[in-house]
Every structure is written in structure tokens, then in C-alpha cells.
């Protein structure tokens, strides 16, 4: 089989730790910025960052429909923190005027865990990455509120009021609330490969 | 970093020098009110410095400047769902005490500000809330990361609109951190002697050839071509102060630097988003300055 080219979203964020994580999987990578970077992707990620500044960024260089279409027409992709919520149909206390891409059957909430103060470290339980669980990092983090029925739960957190779900998938689509690409710790990225 | 998942754990260095990597390629935008944070919002910036006063203003007006108004920063937290980051003066680890209870999500430790403290910083490790501090060279970028910065600005010379001294501060670093990439290691010692900075600290340096947290530019930046500079000589994002709110369009201005710092690269887009932005901030060239009114020159 060809390596696959895996692209990640290089608007604003922390694309260079997901290409670095790519690179050493050993997948071809390439940064998008416009829509012609899309052509021949065999799989996309979408990094943390604002996601308010993502939207703006997308919004101006016309990439928001086609990247929208991509994830639509099912290339793998992968969202992590502001890439689950670009990736959400649904997103709940962000800005009325804040645009997605969508794809993801899912309701987030941004800064769900409170601002910086209230950034944590903590272990996500995470059956399909095996033992042990997952070094979650959150950072002003989302969580998933809502999830359609076609959506599987892939990870949750323990939190004092009950658990909250932190990781989903959808076909081929996979959405962190944390921060993987900070991790010393490439599961993640190894079981989205998996999916290409 | 704790097994227990139900007891998770906040102010690590992990998630304090994370959020900082989040902002990367982003525009963090000095703002007085609850409308220019939305503005800059509008704009796609991403994050905002809330304060009282704009440098250039800080400039005119003279006088002791501190921290702003907790009500002023409360009505901006209020306003904007992007980060909310606020100044305190160098050393004064009361006002970062007030600005962490506020819920501010980053606090600059500023020489904008008049310092509380002429011999030490704030000892940041004491807090969850995350710090950056601007340095005009590599020690004291290390100074400062010892004492817990999670982020490092260099300092240029703020409220100027002359970015002369945002590239001297950036090529200084980047230039240290090469030279020290360049020693063989029984040599470190006598670098980190030389620099005034910890060994560990250099050592990692010239190891990884980076800092180990992120590098934004400050300090006199007023165009997208200056803030696209600044990018191509290696920072890693942008602090614009007074050359937004100060010029002819606020919003256009706002919104050209942010695109500017994204396609810092390709000339095309910068000349584009440069055209009729109305006018600059006027301006005062740094060499004009008397060296006790140089803002640069404070933090030790």
C-alpha cells in the first residue's frame, strides 16, 4: 500500500505538534491553508488553537464549504480541542456568528471546564486504546454535551459532578476534547491512522 | 502527573505552557474596552490584553502605571469568549494574587507597567494562572523561565510603532540559541555563566535548539508587514499594543495583521491585505528616545 498523506488544518494553533506526531508515524504530511491543499488527502487534522480565529481564518481563505465537503464525503479526520468544536454540528456558548465545518453529530460545549485557571491534567479512560488510559490534556477545553445515537463514546473523563465524554467517533471521524498532540503519547493518533 | 483521574490535576506546566502553544499564528491585541475586545474578536485575534491604557498612551501621560480596574477587566472577560490575558508590574506578586482570583487567563509580568520590584520577578511557580514576560535577550528569556514564565515575548519598545527593537530583541535571541546549539557541552558551563542563566535551562537550549516555551514578539509592531516580519525572523505569534487602537481603522488594521501572521510567508496575501488600512499609528523612532524612557530596559 502507498504511505497515505495525511494533512493538518495550518490556520492558527498547534499544527506543527500533529505534523511532528504524523512524521514520526511515518505518513506523508502536508499543511492546509487552501483549498487546493486539499486535493489527493488521504486523511485530515484539524489542530487545538481559538477556534473563533480558525473560523475567521477559514472563513476569509474560503476553505470552510470545502473542507465542510471533504469531512461530508468521508475522509478520515481527526479534531482535536478547537478541532472537535470546528467539527460539531452543534456548538453551545460560542459565538452566534462562530462558523464550523461540521460533520460530527455531536452538541459541544466550549471552555465547558472553565477558563486557564481550571486547565487540568488528567487520565481519560479509553476501552479502544487498551491499557493504560490516555494522559489527557486540557486546555480550556470543550466537552461533548450531546451525542446522536450513531455516535460511539471513545473516551471519558471523571469529574467531581459525573463523568463527561471527551473523545467520540463517527466514521471515520475522530474528535478529542484534550490534546493528544501534547501527550508523550501517539495512540491516538495511531488508532486514527488505522481508520485510513 | 496524578493516576486518579477523578483527581485531576490543574497548574501543571504542561497545561501553563500548552495554552500558550494554542495562541501560536494567532494576534493577541491590547485592548482598553469592552468594544475593542470585541473587535479584536471580530478580527480573528486570538486572545486579548486587557489593560487601562495603551503603552503610547502610558508614554504621553507618564505617571506610575499598575494594574487595571478588576470592574474594566470583568466587563472584557465578560465580552469575549477568547482568552483574557492582563498585565501586573514586574515583581508585584499581589496584583498576579488579584488577577488570578479575577480568572484572567494569562498575566504579563510587564516593563510597560512601572516595576514594583527593582532586584526580583514574581516567583510565578506560586501560581495555576500561566505568565509571559517579555525578554530582550536569551538570559534573561532563561531568567525568567526559571522563575515559571510558561511564555516568553520579546520585549521590542512598546507604544513606539517602530519595530527596530522588536527585530533587535528577536534576532538576539534566535542568534544565542544558535550560538549555544554550536558549543560542544564541557562549554555550556561557562555559557550559562556568561548569559547569567540556569545550566539546566541552557542545556536543554542547545540541545532541542529552541526555548523550551513558546516566543512571541511584542513591542512597536503597527503594520501586517511588520507582524509578518516577525514571523519570518522565527517568532511564534503576535502581540500588537497601540498600533491597532491607535490608527485610522481599528477593525480593517486588526483584521490585516491577523491575516498577515498567517500568510506571514506569501507575499501575495500581505500585499493584499495591506492596501488601504487608512493610517499607521504616527509613531516615535526608539533613537529619539532617551534610554531612561525605554521601556525595554526594565526587568533584570
Not at chain 2, 494554542?22 to 485592548?31: H, S
Not at chain 2, 511588520?226 to 522565527?234: F, K, P, S
Not at chain 2, 506571514?264 to 529619539?288: C, F, H, Q, T
Request: proline share 5%.
Amino acid at each position: 500500500m502507498n504511505v497515505p498523506t495525511v494533512g493538518v488544518l495550518a490556520l492558527q494553533g498547534a499544527f506543527r505538534e500533529h505534523l511532528n506526531i504524523f512524521d514520526s508515524l511515518g505518513v506523508n504530511t502536508r499543511g492546509v491553508r487552501t483549498s487546493a491543499d486539499l486535493a489527493g488527502l488521504d486523511a485530515l487534522a484539524i489542530p487545538g488553537g481559538e477556534s473563533t480565529t480558525m473560523s475567521r481564518l477559514a472563513a476569509d481563505l474560503g476553505v470552510l464549504e470545502p473542507v465542510a465537503d471533504v469531512v461530508r464525503s468521508g475522509l478520515p479526520t481527526l479534531g482535536t480541542c478547537a478541532g472537535m468544536i470546528m467539527l460539531a454540528d452543534e456548538v453551545i456558548d460560542g459565538r452566534s456568528d462562530q462558523q464550523s465545518f461540521g460533520g460530527l453529530q455531536i452538541a459541544v460545549r466550549r471552555n465547558a471546564f472553565g477558563r486557564q485557571s481550571e486547565s487540568f491534567e488528567a487520565q481519560v479512560s479509553m476501552p479502544v486504546l487498551g491499557e493504560p488510559a490516555f494522559p489527557g490534556v486540557f486546555i480550556r477545553a470543550p466537552w461533548v454535551e450531546q451525542a446522536s445515537e450513531s455516535v460511539e463514546v471513545w473516551g471519558q473523563v471523571e469529574r467531581p459532578e459525573g463523568s463527561r465524554i471527551v473523545a467520540v467517533r463517527q466514521g471515520p471521524v475522530v474528535a478529542t476534547a484534550f490534546h493528544p498532540e501534547l501527550a508523550d503519547d501517539d495512540r491516538v493518533h495511531r488508532k486514527f491512522l488505522s481508520l485510513i | 502527573m496524578s493516576q486518579d483521574s477523578a483527581n485531576p490535576v490543574t497548574g501543571t506546566d504542561r497545561v501553563k505552557r500548552g495554552m500558550a502553544e494554542m495562541l501560536k499564528g494567532g494576534v493577541i491585541m491590547d485592548v482598553v474596552t469592552p468594544e475593542q475586545a470585541r473587535i479584536a474578536e471580530d478580527a480573528g485575534a486570538c486572545a486579548v490584553m486587557a489593560l487601562e491604557r495603551v503603552p503610547a498612551d502610558i508614554r504621553a501621560e507618564g505617571g506610575v502605571s499598575r494594574m487595571s480596574d478588576p470592574d474594566m477587566i470583568d466587563e472584557i472577560v465578560a465580552t469575549v469568549s477568547i482568552p483574557v490575558m492582563a498585565k501586573v508590574r514586574i515583581g508585584h506578586f499581589v496584583e498576579a494574587q488579584i488577577l488570578q482570583s479575577l480568572g484572567v487567563d494569562y498575566i504579563d509580568e510587564s516593563e510597560v507597567l512601572t516595576p514594583a520590584d527593582y532586584a526580583n520577578h514574581i516567583d510565578k511557580w506560586q501560581f495555576t494562572v500561566p505568565f509571559v514576560c517579555g525578554a530582550t535577550n536569551l538570559g534573561e528569556a532563561l531568567r525568567r523561565i526559571n522563575e515559571g514564565a510558561a511564555m516568553i515575548r520579546s520585549k521590542g519598545e512598546a507604544g513606539t510603532g517602530d519595530v527596530s527593537n522588536a527585530t533587535t530583541h528577536m534576532r538576539k535571541i534566535r542568534g544565542e540559541i544558535a550560538q549555544l546549539s554550536a558549543l560542544s557541552p564541557d562549554e555550556l558551563y561557562v555559557a550559562a555563566k556568561e548569559i547569567q542563566a540556569p545550566y539546566d535551562l541552557v542545556a536543554e537550549v542547545a540541545r532541542e535548539g529552541r526555548l523550551p516555551v513558546v516566543l512571541f514578539t511584542a513591542g512597536g509592531i503597527a503594520t501586517p508587514a511588520d507582524a509578518a516580519m516577525m514571523m519570518q525572523l522565527g517568532a511564534d505569534g503576535v502581540f500588537v499594543g497601540s498600533g491597532i487602537f491607535k490608527s485610522g481603522d481599528p477593525a480593517r488594521r486588526a483584521h490585516a495583521v491577523v491575516q498577515a501572521t498567517t500568510h506571514y510567508d506569501n507575499p501575495d496575501v500581505l500585499a493584499k491585505v495591506s492596501r488601504g488600512l487608512g493610517e499607521a499609528m504616527v509613531g516615535i523612532n526608539v533613537d529619539e528616545l532617551p534610554v531612561d524612557h525605554r521601556l525595554a530596559e526594565r526587568g533584570w
